[in-house]
Each structure stands twice: as C-alpha cells, then as structure tokens.
C-alpha cells in the first residue's frame, strides 16, 4: 500500500492545484464545480477509504479477481491526468474558442411567455399519463408504454416543469406538483438518478434566477444528505413499497452514519473498483475501440422491440467482462476515464478531458453572454446537470440525459426558430467569467 499512499499524495496536491488553478472562474453553473465534484467524489474519497482498509470489490469471493492495489495506483494516476487536462482545457478554452475573431456574435431566442404555455399544455397532460400510467400498471398491456420510450415520455414531466420555473419563476403551480413527484421517482430505484438530476436542475435555475453564484447556505446540508442518501435510495424505495417502513428507517441511519452499513451497501457505492478494474480489462480485450462507443447513439431512437438486437450503450462492457470481473451480470459504469481508454489508449485520457474542457468552457462563456431567460441557457443547465451521469457512465449519457430526457427543451428551441419569437443577437465579447 505504500505506493498507493504517494499515489493519494499526488492526488491531493492535483486537486487541491486545480481548485487553486479555477477558483476565480468557479461557480455552481460552471462546468469544473461538476467535474471537482466527480474527480472527488468517485477517486478521492474512495481512494482513501481503500488505503484506510476499507472493503473492495470481489475482495473474498471465490472465483473472482479482487482488485489490485497497483490498478487502483493507475486509475489514480489516469483520473489526475485527466482532471489536470480538464483544467488546461477549461482555462484555455475562451482564449482558443474566440481567438478567431474580433467581436463574434451569437445568435438566441429569449423564451416567450406564450410559446412555453403553449407547450406546457400540450406536454404536461401527454408525459403525465405515461407516468401514471407507469406508477399505476395500468399500461403493462401496452407496448409503448412499457417500453424506455414510456420511461421517457413520462420523465418529460419534469423536464416541462423545470421549463415553467425558468420562464415564469418558482411559483405555487409549478413548485407544488414537483414536490409531489420527485419523492416518488427518488423511491423507485431505478429512477433515483432522475430524481437527483432533476433536483440539480432545479437548483441551477433557482441559482440563474436569484443571479447567485453558489447556493444559498440552507440548501448545502439539504445537499450533503442527498449525497448520503444516494447510495441507499434502492433500498429504501424497495423497502418503502414493501410497507417495511422499519427497514426504510434503519437505510436512511445507515446512509447518514448512524448505523453501521450492510454488505451489499458497501459494494454498491463503489464506482473507483469498477474504474480500476477496467482499464486492466480494457488491456486484455486486446484492441481499441477508436470511438465505437459512441455509435449507439446512431440507434438509440429505434424502439428495441423493432430490432432487439440492435447495438447497446453497454456493449463495449460486455465485450471486456471476464468469469472473474463479470461486469455484463452485474451491470458495472467504468467512467468516461475507462471508455476513453478503452477508445484510444493514453491518448484518450489526455485528450478527451482536453476536448471537454475546451468545448464545455465555450458553452460557459455563451451562456453567460446576452440576455438573460434564452433557450440557449436552459439547454445549457440541462447538459451541465447531465454531466454527473456522464462522467460516472461514459458521454452517451449526456445525451440520453441531457437531451432526450428534457426533449421538451428541444422542441421550445424548435418553437422559437419556427415562429422567430424572442430572437436576439448579442457579442460574445463580452459575457463575464
């Protein structure tokens, strides 16, 4: 373990650099918090929870290849290579993004008043009876409804919501049926990542609206318990729809600490194991990918019952599982780190966080440019909220998440091309840092 300690060393100082490097440019809106935050929460913690003793996967289990303190030591090392090129790129991005001209100009449409009612009645009655459709059963006969495109329509639900509270602000109407429906999506487990994102997309636009650059300090503890809570959501929701509302009790004691976790608890927080452990599979898989990943995104829209077999986001993970890391049963993420390995070798952990940066950096800048209330800026605090799923997943969540989950945002910017309402040009010269 004693090069695992130089290695958290390194990390330590690589983090605390790149919050020292960004600290002028951080706000909660920023593309770096997201990334501080995951590069934290995913390689920090658990890093030094797994030097301190703690338990790691497969550790013990007959048949199974533990993980190694030397993968951990690499996965280490790629993240901070990868967090470190993230900070060039985002501290470069501006500079190279707009080096090509002297006043560029952008082009957006602020959100009219009513085109998003106009929206919001014809969406809000469609994705509500696909989610109570869902939540009830009553649709299991139908195939729509049953499929991922039932899921979707249904979480548009949320997506319209957060639109009214961008354009017309937190009112009672809008903030009342979200406080409904959000603790039903966070005690379905296997919705509890929308029920975080959309908590976080809420709090962007509550933040853009109250022109603030962090939170106000009442929602940081609100914040730290959701964390916590995270990894026990699943049980907690199986729990509560199994009226064990006693076993309910004792998951949130355990998320908050006040009671010692059970094993299954421990395996499920883990995503560094996952990490570490890829990119030693990725090595044995033999061959790069050079972008393949990506390729499903090309299919996603073909219902599954169409073509059953058509390509899957997962593929790539089920190519690189083996009887000791059977990653394909047990549904492992491996990062975005891991995919860009497995894509282009070390030079996939150098330049995609360096092309991120780079590109995430710019959105920043237009987004703070113009007036304020544009689809633009909604759209962006819609990829800035997806970030957290792609980091942990690979970059096809951005768009699963990011767009085709708030689809209705896409269809006001389709709204305001179409009619021209709220059009606006404005120098990109001059949006603040």
Not at 102 to 111: F, H, I, K, N
Not at 131 to 141: D, E
Not at 412 to 420: K, Y
């Amino acid at each position: 373990m004693g090069s695992l300690f130089v290695w958290l060393a390194i990390d330590a100082l690589s983090l605390g650099g790149c919050i020292l490097w960004l600290r002028r440019r951080l706000s909660f809106l920023h593309p770096a918090f997201y990334y501080l935050f995951f590069h934290l929460y995913v390689i920090t913690i658990p890093a030094w929870q797994v030097y301190l003793g703690g338990s790691v996967m497969y550790e013990g289990m007959s048949g199974y290849m533990a993980i190694r303190p030397d993968e951990f030591a690499r996965a280490i090392a790629y993240a901070d290579l990868a967090l470190v090129m993230f900070s060039i790129g985002t501290l470069l991005g501006p500079r190279i993004a707009f080096a090509w001209k002297a006043r560029p100009r952008g082009t957006g449409y602020v959100l009219s008043g009513r085109l998003t009612v106009l929206l919001l009645a014809i969406l809000l009655p469609f994705s509500l009876y696909f989610f109570a459709a869902r939540r009830s059963g009553l649709g299991a006969g139908s195939l729509l409804v049953a499929s991922g495109y039932g899921t979707t329509f249904a979480l548009w639900l949320f997506a319209c919501l957060i639109v009214g509270l961008f354009r017309f602000g937190f009112r009672w109407f809008l903030v009342a049926p979200l406080a409904i429906l959000l603790p039903i999506v966070g005690l379905q487990g296997y919705l509890r990542f929308s029920f975080v994102l959309t908590l976080l997309f809420v709090a962007s636009v509550y933040v853009y609206r109250t022109r603030r650059r962090w939170p106000p300090v009442w929602a940081w503890p609100v914040a730290i318990a959701i964390v916590l809570l995270f990894p026990q959501m699943k049980y907690i929701g199986k729990a509560v729809q199994e009226d064990d509302l006693s076993g309910a009790a004792r998951r949130v004691e355990q998320a908050l600490f006040l009671a010692p976790p059970d094993t299954e608890l421990i395996i499920e927080k883990q995503m560094l194991d996952p990490y570490a452990g890829a990119l030693t599979l990725a090595d044995g898989l033999g061959k790069r990918y050079f972008g393949r990943t990506y390729l499903p995104l090309l299919t996603f829209p073909i219902p599954r019952f169409l073509w059953p077999h058509k390509p899957g986001f997962g593929d790539h993970v089920i190519a690189m599982a083996t009887r000791s890391r059977p990653y394909d049963r047990e549904g492992r993420t491996i990062t975005y780190i891991a995919e860009a390995y497995l894509n282009f070798g070390i030079a996939g952990v150098i330049l995609v966080p360096l092309v991120f940066g780079v590109v995430l950096s710019r959105a920043y800048r237009i987004f703070r440019s113009g007036p304020p209330g544009r689809v633009g800026q909604l759209f962006y605090l819609s990829i800035m909220v997806s970030l957290i799923q792609a980091y942990r997943d690979g970059l096809n969540s951005i768009v699963v998440f990011g767009i085709i989950h708030m689809f209705p945002i896409v269809i006001a910017w389709a709204l305001h091309v179409m009619t021209q309402r709220g059009k606006c040009k404005f120098s990109l010269a001059q949006a603040r840092q």
